[in-house]
């Protein structure tokens, strides 16, 4: 089998070894569903649950998602300020990197008394967690660019501007696509931890509405949800990356 070929099915080939070392630990020691439910029992609650679990779902996915857009939308533009600029730079980074370090979870209360229990405080959570990587790899690869090729474009007549457009932007290209894959991750997170204290609908919720009932097959369902979800938005922006910036990626192609 070809090295491509292997690379391709690794993943799924050690998901499938970890579910079936968790269902035969779980049968040998004979865990309690109360406890730790065997992947046998979660899929059989996602079968009976399906239409419950789909209506969870998609309410955290489309909050995920416009949180998500508007952490692109102030993570590019804060990231083109900070790394077009030595003086923006200096002055903001600390501060964002300060912002950065203070749990997101903390903030739910305070939005929850602004905004009201439901989509706002999750929408916000999203985006206060997601949008700093973003900004940060968008600074970075602007602020990155090598000091001889901006002389050597400056002699042919570019303006800041013209460099910054033309040549900063598509280098930032590789560092902005893997933003978004740790960014949409963190994103997923947001929402569901705002979810759990701060709406009555969505994954969180339902993890919290599935715990205090004992329904620990049903949690862990949730759990695989959000899971799968923030897998399949991490392949689709790998493929976008693949196609948009394969020049940035010739030098590590297999033959």
Known sequence: MKPRTLERWAPWGLLLAVILLWELICLALGVSEFIFPRPSQIAQQLLENQALIAQHAWRTFWVTMV???ISIVVGVLL?????SSRMAYAAVYPLMTAF???PKAAFV???????GIGVGPAVLTAFLISFFPIMVNIATGLATLEPELEDVLRVLGAKRWDVLIKVG?????PYFYGSLKVAITLAFVGTTVSEMTAANEGIGYLLISAGSSMQMGLAFAGLVVIGAMAMA???LFSVVEKRTTAWAHRGSQNP
């Open 100 to 102: 950065n370090a203070l």
């Open 79 to 83: 990231g083109f300020l900070i790394g």
């Open 67 to 69: 949180g998500f857009a």
């Open 233 to 235: 938005m991490y392949e």
């Open 169 to 173: 932007l598509p280098r930032s290209m």
């Open 109 to 115: 209360p305070i939005l929850v008394v602004w905004f």
